[in-house]
């Protein structure tokens, strides 16, 4: 066997890894980065036109899409920060000993396994003001009725959010709680730390890069949410819960604005690593 | 083993019952929507429409036998859907199958060779390759979906069974590698390094003496990936028609004429879900992994 076979070979089993991305993701950008340059209706079938900058100024000085991007940022902040909430007292809820915990975690995780599509278009039944099951427990509840999609459009497509990704915030938690060392916490009891100091000194300190890595892949998550908002309300009633990522796909496939919808998805990418920058940023500070 | 540190103390009976019961409220609040989704696949297009909403019905498994039993035109008039001649709703169930299927045979396969690489021989830029790798993963999907759809159109392979399962192979692709390497990271190499002493080929200490070895974690990946794939939307939207698309893609695209057959979608919903629900009991404790890229371990 030569040498170069052994120098080669770690070399050899990266390349097909290597080979998918760059045909599939680092192509594809460039080339779209490229179009956004260009005036480019798909369907019309003309030859693209080059016109610089054109595309991107005209997205920066439309207000409409900044409204869309501060839609975007609620649903965002409003699931995120209801999802940690929940997330964290159910972990707390199961870092408990009991029968049954097992089986009731899993049944918990459950709807992480619904395909968002599924789950966007049969919450549309469950939310329904005629026949919805949502509707007639809030009725029994309150006595009054009540239009989810049309009058809390923005809360019904949040609660969904939140029913399929608490679960997800759970996990990670709960993961930290387990790894926190036991003795740690048996000392804490020795020398009975207050509660909020048990959690301050001991807990705090192993859970944070989890708490830290959950909320970071659900911003981004929530960041590019599309399937459960295009089945529950595509985007309405009016434009209330039309995300950006709503308006990218119009901007797409139903207007065919093809330059334009580059240049936006480049926006978007910007913004979302700048997003995850800060993210990182304000992570190391909380973490000093 | 790690010493857990689960919260063990005697409760009195009233905390006791007071824990059960909010573990058993919290599990309702959960489960709910599934199980109002299996049990509206049992109901007939009235018993769906009702108010207020059935809890006891007679049962009807006409909504399943509407599905697979129907023939074209009927399926078409009932759900909307545009099927090819000669095929009815069960090519979407086909179409689903043969791309996870695929997609994840390739994403394996080229996952864990790299995945391998990365954890034995740590070639130069291994850890910019690898988070290179996972960056992918963080683009929105429609940032990417765009660019896509005018490539695949260009090149022949918009609305192809090989064309969804490159593009989920790349979709997946970060999953693999990254679960796959802290498999590796896992097992001593000890038997790795005397076999290389003693002149074994490199390839033959994969997938002789490192591969064995991680099998249970290539069985939790393959979990994950089938779920990630299974339940994909947005790409198997731009990227098909007609006779390729896979279930998400047709469960979308029901209309009925006067008002949705409800029934009819839960039952199609309730089919899909199922394999991933068994799935995920067989493969629960890799959950965490999986959805963490590998790198937490399970609760």
């Given amino acids: 066997m030569p040498r170069y076979y052994y120098r080669s070979f770690p070399i050899l089993l990266i390349i097909p890894a290597l080979a998918v991305v760059f045909f599939l993701v680092i192509f594809p950008l460039f080339w779209a980065l490229g179009l956004s340059f260009y005036r480019?209706?798909?369907?019309?079938?003309?030859?693209?036109?080059?016109?610089?900058?054109?595309?991107?100024?005209?997205?920066?000085?439309?207000?409409?899409?900044?409204?869309?991007?501060?839609?975007?940022?609620?649903?965002?902040?409003?699931?995120?920060?209801?999802?940690?909430?929940?997330?964290?007292?159910?972990?707390?809820?199961?870092?408990?000993?009991?029968?049954?915990?097992?089986?009731?975690?899993?049944?918990?995780?459950?709807?992480?396994?619904?395909?968002?599509?599924?789950?966007?278009?049969?919450?549309?039944?469950?939310?329904?003001?005629?026949?919805?099951?949502?509707?007639?427990?809030?009725?029994?509840?309150?006595?009054?009725?009540?239009?989810?999609?049309?009058?809390?459009?923005?809360?019904?497509?949040?609660?969904?959010?939140?029913?399929?990704?608490?679960?997800?915030?759970?996990?990670?938690?709960?993961?930290?709680?387990?790894?926190?060392?036991?003795?740690?916490?048996?000392?804490?009891?020795?020398?009975?730390?207050?509660?909020?100091?048990?959690?301050?000194?001991?807990?705090?300190?192993?859970?944070?890069?989890?708490?830290?890595?959950?909320?970071?892949?659900?911003?981004?998550?929530?960041?590019?949410?599309?399937?459960?908002?295009?089945?529950?309300?595509?985007?309405g009633p009016g434009t209330q819960t039309e995300l950006i990522s709503i308006t990218l796909y119009r901007t797409a496939f139903k207007y065919f604005r093809t330059g334009e919808a580059c240049a936006l998805a480049f926006v978007i990418l910007v913004i979302v690593i700048l997003l995850t920058n800060l993210y990182l940023r304000m992570a190391r500070r909380v973490g000093e | 083993m790690v010493e857990r540190s689960r919260i063990v103390r005697r409760r009195s009976p009233i905390k006791r019952a007071l824990l059960y019961i909010t573990v058993i409220l919290v599990c309702i609040v959960f489960v709910f929507p599934i199980f109002w989704m299996i049990a509206t696949a049992f109901k007939t297009r009235a018993q769906a429409f009702s108010w207020p909403p059935l809890f006891i019905w007679e049962p009807t498994t006409r909504n399943f036998i509407d599905i697979f039993l129907k023939r074209q035109t009927e399926i078409e008039a009932?759900?909307?859907?545009?099927?090819?001649?000669?095929?009815?709703?069960?090519?979407?169930?086909?179409?689903?199958?043969?791309?996870?299927?695929?997609?994840?045979?390739?994403?394996?396969?080229?996952?864990?060779?790299?995945?391998?690489?990365?954890?034995?021989?740590?070639?130069?830029?291994?850890?910019?390759?690898?988070?290179?790798?996972?960056?992918?993963?963080?683009?929105?999907?429609?940032?990417?979906?765009?660019?896509?759809?005018?490539?695949?159109?260009?090149?022949?392979?918009?609305?192809?069974?090989?064309?969804?399962?490159?593009?989920?192979?790349?979709?997946?692709?970060?999953?693999?590698?990254?679960?796959?390497?802290?498999?590796?990271?896992?097992?001593?190499?000890?038997?790795?390094?005397?076999?290389?002493?003693?002149?074994?080929?490199?390839?033959?200490?994969f997938y002789k003496?490192?591969?064995?070895?991680?099998?249970?974690?290539?069985?939790?990946t393959v979990g994950f990936l089938i779920i990630n794939v299974w339940n994909e939307f947005l790409f198997a939207l731009l990227l098909t028609e007609r006779s390729v698309r896979t279930v998400p893609v047709a469960i979308a695209s029901t209309r009925g004429e006067v008002g949705i057959n409800w029934g009819l979608i839960a039952a199609i919903e309730t089919l899909y879900v199922i394999p991933a629900i068994v799935l995920i009991f067989l493969l629960q404790k890799y959950l965490l992994r999986g959805m963490t890229f590998g790198t937490v371990r399970g609760v």
């Fill in chain 1, 40 to 235: 480019y209706n798909v369907l019309r079938g003309e030859a693209p036109v080059f016109i610089g900058l054109d595309n991107y100024a005209r997205l920066l000085t439309n207000e409409v899409i900044w409204e869309r991007f501060v839609t975007t940022i609620t649903f965002v902040v409003s699931a995120v920060a209801l999802e940690f909430i929940l997330g964290f007292a159910l972990a707390l809820l199961f870092f408990q000993e009991f029968k049954g915990r097992r089986l009731a975690i899993t049944l918990v995780t459950m709807p992480l396994l619904i395909a968002p599509i599924a789950a966007g278009i049969f919450f549309k039944y469950i939310y329904d003001a005629t026949f919805g099951v949502f509707t007639y427990f809030i009725q029994l509840l309150t006595g009054i009725g009540v239009n989810m999609l049309k009058d809390y459009a923005m809360l019904s497509v949040v609660l969904l959010d939140a029913w399929q990704w608490t679960p997800f915030m759970m996990l990670f938690i709960l993961a930290g709680l387990e790894a926190v060392p036991k003795h740690l916490l048996e000392s804490a009891e020795v020398d009975r730390l207050s509660w909020i100091d048990k959690f301050r000194v001991v807990i705090w300190p192993t859970i944070r890069p989890l708490v830290m890595l959950a909320l970071l892949f659900r911003t981004m998550d929530a960041f590019r949410t599309f399937d459960t908002v295009f089945a529950l309300t595509e985007g």
């Fill in chain 2, 78 to 205: 009932i759900t909307g859907w545009e099927l090819e001649l000669a095929t009815g709703a069960e090519i979407f169930f086909i179409n689903s199958m043969i791309v996870t299927f695929g997609s994840i045979v390739l994403a394996l396969l080229i996952g864990t060779l790299a995945a391998y690489s990365f954890s034995r021989y740590r070639p130069k830029g291994t850890d910019t390759l690898m988070f290179f790798i996972l960056s992918t993963r963080m683009l929105p999907g429609i940032v990417v979906a765009i660019p896509i759809y005018f490539f695949y159109r260009n090149i022949g392979l918009y609305s192809t069974h090989i064309g969804l399962i490159l593009l989920y192979t790349m979709f997946n692709l970060p999953f693999a590698v990254w679960m796959m390497k802290s498999f590796f990271d896992e097992i001593p190499r000890d038997i790795e390094q005397a076999a290389m002493v003693d002149g074994t080929k490199p390839i033959k200490l």
């Fill in chain 2, 209 to 220: 003496i490192a591969l064995p070895q991680v099998i249970v974690g290539l069985a939790a």
